[in-house]
């Protein structure tokens, strides 16, 4: 029998376990938060991840003839369908849990959300129209690019940007079996984890406005560096198996 290769060991086995992914999921879960609550009050009105409300925005928009209003709603689409794809392109073959892959399609998140922020400082927090365009439109691909980190995560039905079926799942589950309320509480988290984060994001508006997208970085990269400093004792110890495996 051949030994299993370093590609094939990555494929078959995460670097992080479930509960530990379920755990970051919650802080991913409140950068949204905090992105969403800059994004839809300094930036024209638009979510960085709900797609629903900007769809909604978009077709008022065209009734209302309104060109901002309408350039506003297509970058924001636009933009988390760009993030999606392009972090899909490279996770598409690497299985589904927390892989090294994962990290840098993360890392990549993280440079995009720091690019908001310095974009927000550079212009002193006032953007012109022009500005907060392009800011929204990295908002929006950081939001796409996450989306498809958690759904890539291994955590089934899992969810850190768009949480509407997260909490119809729990009410569903609530009322078919109120016994099983425990199985909704990785959802029930997620949910928290969103609602703390707005908050937290609102306050900074009012405290500190020109760290307001900071904030979403900073959780992000806090989730980065805690899945790399967690998976490196797995990763130094498949690395030995294998070697002792290829002898």
């Known amino acids: 029998m051949r030994a299993v290769g370093a590609r ?20 991913l879960s409140a950068s949204s938060g905090c992105l969403d609550v800059f994004c839809v009050t ?47 392109l490279p996770l598409r073959h690497a299985g589904l849990g927390w892989r090294s892959r994962t990290e840098l399609v993360t890392a990549a998140q993280v440079l995009m959300l720091t690019g908001v922020a310095g974009g927000w400082w550079a212009t002193g927090g006032r953007p012109g129209f022009a500005a907060t365009l392009v800011l929204l439109f990295i908002a929006a691909t950081a939001s796409g690019v996450q989306s498809v980190v958690t759904i890539s995560s291994g955590i ?3 969810a850190t940007t768009y949480l509407t079926g997260s909490l119809t799942s729990i009410v569903r589950g609530v009322v078919f079996d109120p016994h099983r309320f425990a199985a909704g509480a990785a959802g029930a988290a997620r ?25 979403a970085a900073m959780l992000v990269a806090g989730v980065l560096i805690t899945a790399i400093a967690v998976s490196r004792p797995r990763r130094r110890a498949r690395a030995r198996s294998e070697d002792a495996g290829s002898r």
């Open 42 to 88: 300094q930036l024209g009105g638009f979510f960085a991840s709900v797609i629903t409300g900007n769809l909604v925005q978009l077709g008022h928009s065209l009734v209302a003839v309104d060109s901002r209003l309408l350039s506003g709603g297509v970058v924001a689409v636009g933009g988390y369908a760009v993030g999606v794809a392009g972090g899909t």
């Open 191 to 215: 949910l928290l984890g969103l609602l703390g984060g707005a908050v937290l994001g609102a306050v900074v508006l009012r405290v500190a406005p020109l760290w307001a997208p900071a904030l």
């Open 156 to 158: 089934p039905h899992a």
């Open 8 to 27: 094939d060991a990555e494929f078959v086995r995460p670097a992080l376990s479930r509960r530990a992914v379920a755990r970051l999921l919650v802080v």
